[in-house]
Structures are given as structure tokens and as C-alpha cells.
């Protein structure tokens, strides 16, 4: 139980990892005001011992890890991820505040979750994983159709011999679509209309048989992403677009026409939020752990589960800055 978090600061050539059990459910906020806040946020939890930050067991591993960040000064580059948030919208907002609240530093989300974090370090994309164990290795091919426009979470788009496209609108994770192999070709349904997009779903694929390519982007974290070649997909060719939707419009032409996204009750949730004192969710944990065993009850609390997160206050004037920022992207909507 819990919302696992590992931190990463580079400095000066060196690096520190950091843990805190309940700190994935607050990373946008840890970040969102600026590279000295977080730093010192990360900072003041729990940090490994040197002579253990090189051992895979003291990092979480793509189950337990909920969130991440790596923090590098020396590169002025961040790369995060946690849950995505409610759909697009939510996701989009936090990209905007923190392109703004990161002035001169590369803000990239971690697609490969702990995998990019790890890669950046020089301790390889599979550090924390045992090879052949991705989880394409026993997912099979199987489409799932939404009930509406409104449920769709995956837009397929497929280039047909005549080059003609056609477009199809799923339920799944879009990097989960993928790992079945190409067998999904086969289970596009030929009579279904082509989805109207309600909303923007959380990515998509485009496939062409004729020069074997894939085309991917999405706003999730997709574990094993560059493990080449996909599994099922030999022959292919796997082209990642991170979170650029507007490359599979390209591809697709008129037959794609992704909805504009209304950012404001993101932006405006998100403002009306700063300042309140943060969440603890190890409060009932704790209350629990001190309770006494008795004779027909046995108290039993993972410890970690009742470490509070170290959740450093932002400076007024950081605040300021950031009240500033998302004031400033409400009036451009």
C-alpha cells in the first residue's frame, strides 16, 4: 500500500537516490514549484547510502514504483513520471507549468519509467528488470471496441494497399495495443465507424503494412518501450513520438481530427489547490500501527507504509511564481 516514489539528484558530477513511500501522489506538486524546491524536497527523503545506490535491490522496480524523478543540475534536465492524471487535459496542464516553471532546463516525461532514469545514469534500461520478462513476452493480441466516442483511449489508424486510411478507436493502454503483436491487424473491426474523438484519448498507433512501421505516441508510461524488436512485430519498425499526437495526424490526413483541449478547469483546480497543506495518507497507518495485538487480532504494518513524505515548503516567493505562472496559462485559454 502506498505511492512508492525513488528521486534522483545529479550535482556537481555525483548523484543521490532518495525514497519516500506516499511521494508519487504529489510529484506534480513537488515539481511544479521549480528546481530548488524540489531538490530540496527530494532531498529530505529517506536517501540511500552511497555504497548502496548501485545495488538494484535499493531502487523500486517497474511494479512498486508509482513515480520518479531525476534531477540534473549539471545538465539542467528533469525526467519524470507518475500517473498521468484525468485524461489529457490534466496531463497537458502539468507539461505547461512546468516547461515554465523549469526556465532553461529540458523537461522530458520518463516513457520508459525507472528505465530512462536508470539509462541516464549508465546503469542500463534493465537494471531492475530480469531480461525477457517484458510484458510482452505472454500478452496476446485482442481488441477491445468502446461503447462510445467518449470511451476511446487508443486511436488505431492503419494505411491501406490503395492508400486509403482507416481509423479505429479502442479501449486499451496504447502501448498494451502494441505487445500483442501484429495479430491486432487482424482483429480491427472493418465495420465499425470511424470514432469522432469526444475527447482526446491517452495516445495512438499508426501502422503501414506496406513499409512495415509503427507509429506510437502516448501520454503513459509504457515499461519496455525500447526493447527492439517488439515481440510479434518482427520485421517492423518502431518509430516513438513521445507525446507528439500531431504526427499521427500527419500520417492519417483528413481521416484524424483530434479535439482542442479546454485546459482551464485543470489549470483552475490546480490554482485553487496551491497552498493547501498536503495530504497524509500514512495517517490511519499510524493510527493503526499503534494499536495493541490482542488475543483474536494481530496488528501487522509495513513500517516504510508509516514514514511520513518529507514534504519541504515551498518559499513564498516560489509560490508566488507559480500562482504567477498558472494564472498567466488560464488567461491564454
Known sequence: MGARANYVV???????????????????????????AATRC??????????????????????????????????RQLLWFTDPGEGWAEYTARREVLARMWPGWEVRWAHDGLGDL????????????TPGTAESDSWAP?????EDDDDVTVLVTVRQPD???RARGG???PFLQLIGGQGLLGLLPADSPEPALAAMPDGGIHLDPGSRTIGLWTTR???????????GWDGWTLEFWGDDHTRQAERAGDRVRFPRTDLGPALADWLRRIGAPPRDPGALLRQVAALPSGDDRTVLVNPLATVRH??????????DALRAVIAGLLAEQ
Open 310 to 319: 518529507t514534504a519541504v515548503e515551498p518559499t513564498a516567493e516560489e509560490v
Open 171 to 173: 479501449c486499451l493502454d
Open 142 to 146: 485482442h481488441w477491445v471496441e468502446p
Open 221 to 231: 508510461v509504457a515499461f519496455g518501450l525500447y526493447h527492439r524488436p517488439l515481440r
Open 118 to 129: 536508470q539509462a541516464r545514469l549508465g546503469l542500463g534500461r534493465d537494471f531492475t528488470r
Open 42 to 75: 527530494f532531498r529530505a527523503n529517506s536517501p540511500v547510502p552511497q555504497d548502496e545506490q548501485r545495488i538494484a535491490d535499493s531502487w523500486l522496480n517497474d511494479v512498486w514504483c508509482e513515480g520518479a524523478a531525476l534531477v540534473d543540475h549539471d545538465r
Open 10 to 36: 545529479v550535482e556537481n558530477g555525483a548523484w543521490t537516490l532518495h525514497y519516500s513511500h506516499w511521494g508519487a501522489g504529489r510529484l506534480a506538486t513537488d515539481l511544479a514549484h521549480g528546481p530548488a
Open 163 to 165: 492508400g486509403t486510411v
